[in-house]
């Protein structure tokens, strides 16, 4: 079983940054293919990066490019959504997910969820 947490969302202005953390506790969490997603209301959920297990493979969607980057701790235990540049359209809840499969934008490959963190840009 792998539990995740999100933290660090919030409310900050159109080009401002923020930093999401996800901690995973479980024994197989260091060796998962990792996930950020996110979803507004009234949309579906929205893939938006994913970083192999030893932390040297990314596949970002084309909305988030150049804007976000995933990473992981040297711990194995904490991974990060750092997003810069925020725009409006980014106000989302934000997921971090764990998969055994290899890097994947599909949620159905995803076996473990967050509970999700809000971030909302104004403009």
């Known amino acids: 079983q792998l539990h995740l947490v999100e933290s660090g969302g919030g409310v900050v202005q159109a080009g401002g940054s923020l930093r999401l953390s996800c901690v995973g506790s479980?024994?197989?969490?260091?060796?998962?293919?990792m996930g950020w997603f996110r979803q507004a209301p009234g949309w579906e959920r929205e893939f938006i990066a994913t970083?192999?297990?030893?932390?040297?493979?990314?596949y970002y969607a084309d909305s988030v490019k150049g804007r976000f980057t995933i990473s992981r701790d040297k711990t194995g235990i904490l991974v990060y959504l750092q997003m810069n540049s925020l725009k409006p359209e980014d106000t989302a809840v934000y997921y971090c997910?764990?998969?055994?499969?290899?890097?994947?934008?599909?949620?159905?490959?995803?076996?473990?969820w967050g509970q999700g963190t809000q971030v909302t840009v104004s403009s």
């Open positions: 479980g024994d197989t969490f260091s060796t998962r293919t």
């Open positions: 970083l192999s297990m030893d932390g040297t493979g990314t």
């Open positions: 997910a764990a998969a055994s499969s290899p890097l994947s934008s599909y949620p159905g490959d995803y076996d473990y």
